[in-house]
């Protein structure tokens, strides 16, 4: 794809607004915004013609379509709960009224906006349409979990009249289609780059609560960006912050946190509904718009051993989070742990080994077409299944490109995360932050409390490594280590208890038998209750010198 660039600047100290340097989006180019905020939904929404725009998530249509400043433009938002004949009957009266069509649209929606204008026997291919897919690079980062996300795309490219737009450097697509695209870059004149302060380290439960505390203060409400409802509950809980908290995630993850007792959720963007602290999650990563009258404190969250979809790419993710906040940022961090298990690859690597997989399945299918009997096609068959390459594969068994790009874009990310010096350097390496980077370590964190409570190993194998935990912790002297400890008893009370009673030792002789450990820990507490100075005491005060008690007596007293 070839490269135009078309420069930006400030005027009276205001960034311009892509209206001011580009009339109209242009056929057939992907539009690098480079900057967020610059108005490139707005531009399309103002512009002379019909426009058909896919955002990537319900809560941009919603805040778009609800916006006073769109109040004219005739703007019209498709999303779940949104039937075809409404989209008909829009259609209807902008036709009537001689009003542009301003239809905004999820991917998984588009199809009901096809259908309603076949209906009305109108093509939108050919009949002056313009199609826009704002922020495309969702469709590379969401379509191994979004299956309906690259719905719209044959249609696409099929239309005279499409473009595609995205604030960050767009993905090298492995579609071909794309072979006649222009790439339109616009390079502010400017310094746009955000401080971002990055905090590696081993303990992202432990961190986060000592920068939260360091926070204390400073009254300007906080947004927390993690891309798991599981993650952020945990984390509610164990900070407990949970009062204070409101969660913005999807319709499926609201359901999940209110069946747990948990009420303050929403899947749309309300600033009425903001708490002391707000979580969101992936869904509002792009395109969004948060205006507020104070620049607020924003930390984005990464726990490489809770799941890889929490891993905030810094090319794309920081940048989308970041843009959200219509009027800047008071602070930024991103709190990261990582981990040297993830292999390092090279991009030439990552493209290999899925050209290996492509080779392997069409040499089975060969097999499965040439099999010389009914039992050998289906030795050769259930291969077939197991072949890491069908996750490249569309329900009708045809390559999806956008998820070979997927696959390509995630395991370079999870390279990033194989030590604080490559997640350091990624972000040096984008041009949108000025980078501070501190690595924060502690005795015990993230990995270790992975392997307390991994299924997969035994219970006598998970109490060894506790024992061996807490030996190492010794007497628990900072908050922090205090607070692990704290976490072992919530994983195994009773062995951290005989730790306590008996010692690392002792359990060992014991072989980690819980009937013999019961019995030593009960026969220890009895010998520490009748040797204690309250025992003796006590026994003084009955029984003197000299003097002669019945056997009666004496088991009564005792």
Known sequence: MKEVAIKITKVNGEVQHLTDILPMIESNTILNKTITGIGATYSEIKAPRNSIIIEPNKPVIF???????????????????????????????????????????????????????????????????????????????????????????????????????????????????????????????????????????????????????????????????????????????????MEQSAVFCSEKS?????????????????????????????????????????????????????????????????????????????????????????????????????????????????????????????AYSDLLLASPYNRFLDENGKENRFKVDNYIDEEIVKTIYHDDIELRTAYMNCEYFNVNHINHPYKFGDYERLTITDQSTSIKEKRKIIVMQLEQLGKCETEAEQQYKRDLQFADKFIVEAYDILGKERIEQLKYCVTRIREEIIIKKHQENACSTDAIKLINAKFYSKQWYSAKYIKGQL
């Open 254 to 378: 609201v359901a999940k946190l209110k069946q747990m007792k948990f009420k303050a959720t929403t899947d749309l963007w309300d600033s009425k509904k903001m708490a002391r602290y707000n979580w969101l999650t992936s869904r509002f990563y792009s395109a969004l718009d948060i205006e507020l009258p104070m620049m607020p404190n924003v930390i984005m969250l990464t726990d490489c051993y809770v799941a890889g979809y929490t891993m905030i790419d810094p090319y794309m993710d920081a940048v989308q989070i970041l843009g959200r906040f219509r009027n800047g940022v008071n602070k930024a961090f991103h709190i990261s742990n990582y981990d040297k298990r993830i292999p390092l690859k090279s991009k030439e690597q990552i493209i290999c080994r899925y050209q290996c997989d492509c080779e392997i399945y069409m040499t089975l299918q060969t097999m499965v077409d040439s099999a010389p009997s009914a039992e050998w096609k289906d």
């Open 63 to 241: 805040g778009k379509s609800k916006d006073q400043k769109h109040k004219k433009d005739n703007v019209f938002g498709v999303f779940q709960g949104v039937y075809k004949d409404d989209i008909i009957a829009y259609i209807e009266k902008s036709i009537l009224q001689k009003k542009h069509i301003k239809i905004l649209t999820t991917p998984e929606s588009f199809k009901k906006v096809q259908d309603a204008f076949e209906e009305l026997d109108i093509d939108i291919r050919f009949d002056g349409y313009f199609l826009l897919f704002d922020e495309c690079q969702k469709i590379v980062k969401d379509c191994d979990y979004r299956q309906d996300i690259t719905l719209p795309m044959d249609l696409f490219f099929e239309c005279r009249e499409k473009a595609m737009v995205s604030a960050t450097p767009p993905t090298e697509f492995a579609d071909p289609r794309f072979k006649d695209f222009c790439v339109t870059k616009i390079t502010p004149d400017f310094d746009f780059q955000k401080e971002l302060n990055l905090h590696t380290t081993n303990n992202v439960l432990q961190y986060t609560k000592e920068l939260l505390k360091s926070l204390e203060d400073d009254k300007r409400p906080i947004f927390l960006f993690a891309n798991s409802t599981d993650m952020i509950y945990g984390l509610m809980n164990q900070l407990g912050i």
